[in-house]
């Protein structure tokens, strides 16, 4: 997700994109645990340029398009 309208207020001028991981730019760094597990990471993207054409959805949005994905997380169970 990336701002794409930085004058639009906070929710609006939000866009999606797929990106290339392989994309000069972009650093991964695994966020070990206290068992050296690494499921998750941090990802950098320092300039990186994405095609116009790896927009998802709507261009300025995202906001709409994440509150729909995040239905399906919000309906589970507690744990």
Known sequence: ???TDPDAPKHKGLSEFIVDM???GITVKPIRDMTDD???C???FDDVRVP???LVG???NSFKQVMRQMEHERG???R
């Open 76 to 78: 589970g169970i507690d």
């Open 22 to 24: 392989t994309s000069p």
């Open 38 to 40: 690494d499921h998750f």
């Open 52 to 54: 116009a054409q790896n």
């Open 1 to 3: 997700i990336a701002r």
């Open 58 to 60: 709507m261009e300025n």
């Open 42 to 44: 941090e990802i950098y």
